[in-house]
């Protein structure tokens, strides 16, 4: 089964799209919000190109997702980057705070500014922004301690943008997900597909659910371990080091669904997703410099 083709850009997105890049020029400072699975993957190609020099905060949810050592390591890289992460379990509102924190600290030069133009104090005006389903809403329900924007893990939910004052010192800027017009890395978009970061009309179920499977394999071979088959192994009671992910999907399909391959993908991803089969990421940092 070749790689399978995932693209998707939906009327509601390319409009919010173009909107948000109005409010940008309103905007102190932007939280980048990332899926800690797939951090990588989840940066917007054109985000450099829309932000210039604004103040940005590099917020990785679901950090409850990977493991305390793949979080270190991305801790390093991205410090070898000349960028500060904050990591966050926003669903359980864990390393939130901090968030805040970074955002009024960022925008603390805005007021400044004004001050010596004699101007009076404002809030600092922030923006969420970040794939589908990464977290964002749900990082501003915690940020106010309370239900205020629709949060599901769902992509897509969030449809319009807007304003959410958080204190008398921070406003925040709830944006719908945004996804490059035309996804032309498509090893990147295979693992949004995965992670649920993209919607489900971008893509086949049952080819992703396959390309799972041998991209789980293949990440285990370049780092030399059996941890992420073994999790397979361990939930299933089938081995994936001897056929391709389309076998082992079908051999799934038989064992749970008397062979219905539809559910039996939905299955994985499903329960991958949900940190059933354990802690996963689907990257690893690149080598840091010697």
């Known amino acids: 089964m070749s790689s399978p083709s995932i693209q998707w850009y939906p009327g509601h997105i390319a409009k919010a799209e173009k909107a948000l890049q109005e ?80 955002a009024q600290a960022a925008g603390v030069a805005m ?50 943008l807007r304003w959410v004052r958080i204190s008398d010192e921070l406003e925040l800027l709830d944006a719908p997900g945004i996804i490059p017009a035309q996804l032309t890395d498509q090893a990147a978009a295979l693992k949004l597909a995965i992670c649920d970061d993209i919607g489900e009309a971008a893509y086949d179920t049952q080819r992703v659910a396959s390309a799972f499977v041998d991209l789980l394999k293949q990440l285990d071979s370049e780092a030399q371990t059996t941890e992420r088959t073994q999790a397979l192994q361990s939930r299933y009671d089938i081995d994936a080091t001897d056929c391709t992910g389309e076998t082992y999907l079908q051999r799934l399909a038989e064992q749970t669904f008397h062979g219905d391959s539809e559910r039996a993908a939905r299955k994985l991803l499903i329960e991958f997703r949900k940190g059933v089969l354990g802690k996963l990421s689907l990257e690893l940092p690149p080598e840091l410099p010697l």
């Open 23 to 102: 409010q940008l020029k309103r905007v102190d400072v932007v939280l980048e919000v990332r899926d800690a699975r797939i951090p990588l993957a989840t940066l917007h190609p054109d985000l450099e190109s829309w932000l210039g020099s604004k103040k940005r905060v590099l917020v990785i949810n679901r950090v409850d997702m990977i493991t305390s050592e793949v979080r270190d390591r991305w801790q390093q890289w991205f410090k070898s980057q000349g960028q500060v992460a904050y990591y966050t379990d926003a669903n359980q509102g864990k390393g939130v705070g901090q968030i805040a924190r970074a």
């Open 111 to 160: 007021n400044q500014r004004r001050q010596e133009r004699g101007m009076r104090s404002r809030p600092v005006r922030a923006v969420v922004i970040g794939f589908p389903n990464v977290g964002k809403s749900a990082l501003i329900n915690r940020l106010l301690k309370r239900r205020i924007v629709e949060s599901a893990r769902k992509a897509g939910v969030t449809r319009q």
